[in-house]
């Protein structure tokens, strides 16, 4: 007997008014929630199909499309990197990870998509200067900004895929030759991330005069050993697609990891990163649980995903001949379902009932209200 299915979106449909009442969350985080609730209901409309088959019929209903939403991430995800398989250079890569020590969480909470800003800036000034002191190259990198651990908490950090070549002073492509299984020294890059982090922060806080009320912390994160990781490098480009796919379209908790959902609160699966990864249970309130879901709701129209010196289009024309390319791509225009078909496999317009026919539209299910309207409520910033 299989276990009930429990989704992010019931936990907001339980304890939406809970949530509001204690923490008064701002407009864009309720808009947030709220797409996430009425997300493939009829509230958002959609159609009624027929199978020409057998001729049952569904109700098949439209998707939010929030990045937030745990539920429309899959598609989104194989488009993304099927694309950007065609802008990957076809060399070695190194994955390093930026991270940030936790007293800085504050700060980032005063304005978080300056201090996101900052993070990416740093990070990737960063991996040019080392690229251009130990290699004699501009380098280049694939960045994802994520803000969440395993149990919800707040943990912003970049992951970066860096290539193991660049273009060298006269313009020529450089492949880099490296003994051992590190790109960089990680203890000298992650002096340099500190100095660099903290000179942007204090110059955001300065302009907002508030660098007295923060110095103790600022103090407190230089007197710090900052985390900078390096994994060995990936042996070829088909092998960094691959695991591109696993990284770029996260939401802070998938729906497959939420075991339980009670009157008072939620139960869902985490890995221990200090006991080797282990799979194992935890508890959070419903409501604790939305206001940690909140933190990692990023800021209106933020770019997550960066791409810096070789990997952006700016070098596109001079590396065009190093690209890894889809030569199983038809040239002909695909619609979506086309697309995620030959992708991943999996045909949206069979039948569901008899696996032969195919579901064709035969009513549409106009939307009762839009997904970015919500209740008339007096909010504030959200306190996090």
């Not at 302009?207 to 407190?220: A, R």
């Not at 990284?247 to 008072?264: E, G, M, P, Q």
């Not at 032969?356 to 007096?378: A, D, F, N, W, Y």
Request: one cysteine or more.
């Amino acid at each position: 007997m299989s276990r009930p299915i429990f989704e992010v979106a019931h936990v907001v449909d339980q304890f939406w008014d809970a949530f509001v009442k204690k923490h008064n969350p701002n407009s864009y985080a309720l808009r947030t929630l709220y797409a996430l609730r009425v997300c493939r209901t009829s509230v958002l409309g959609g159609h009624i199909e027929e199978c020409d088959n057998c001729a049952k019929t569904r109700n098949s209903y439209n998707s939010c499309n929030n990045r937030h939403c745990p539920k429309c991430q899959a598609a989104k995800q194989a488009i993304w990197v099927e694309d950007t398989s065609e802008r990957i250079i076809d060399t070695k890569y190194f994955h390093v990870v930026f991270t940030l020590p936790h007293e800085l969480n504050e700060i980032c909470l005063l304005d978080s998509k300056s201090f996101y800003s900052a993070l990416f800036a740093s990070s990737w000034n960063t991996l040019q200067t080392f690229g251009y002191t130990h290699y004699g190259v501009e380098s280049g990198a694939l960045a994802m900004l994520h803000t969440w651990d395993q149990k919800l908490g707040f943990h912003p950090h970049i992951h970066c895929l860096v290539p193991a070549a660049g273009l060298s002073l006269d313009g020529k492509f450089k492949r880099i030759t490296k003994k051992g299984k590190y790109l960089h020294n990680v203890k000298m890059m992650s002096k340099a991330f500190r100095d660099n982090m903290l000179k942007r922060l204090k110059k955001q806080l300065q302009k907002k005069d508030q660098l007295s009320t923060y110095q103790s912390i600022i103090d407190k994160a230089w007197a710090k050993l900052w985390g900078v990781f390096c994994e060995p490098s990936f042996s070829d480009a088909e092998h960094v697609i691959k695991y591109l796919g696993q990284y770029t379209h996260r939401v802070a908790i998938s729906n497959h990891r939420i075991i339980n959902i009670d009157k008072d609160s939620v139960r869902f699966v985490y890995k221990d990163s200090g006991d080797q990864r282990k799979e194992k249970l935890t508890t959070l309130t419903g409501v604790e649980f939305l206001r940690r879901f909140c933190m990692h709701i990023l800021p209106k129209s933020f770019v997550k995903i960066r791409y810096y010196g070789i990997m952006s289009s700016r070098y596109a024309k001079k590396t065009i001949l190093l690209r890894k390319r889809d030569t199983d791509r038809p040239k002909e225009k695909e619609s979506v379902q086309e697309r995620l078909k030959r992708i991943t496999g999996f045909d949206m317009l069979l039948c569901p009932f008899c696996k032969k026919g195919r579901m064709h539209t035969i009513e549409v299910i106009p939307r009762i209200r839009s997904p970015c309207q919500v209740p008339r409520l007096k909010v504030k910033q959200l306190s996090v």
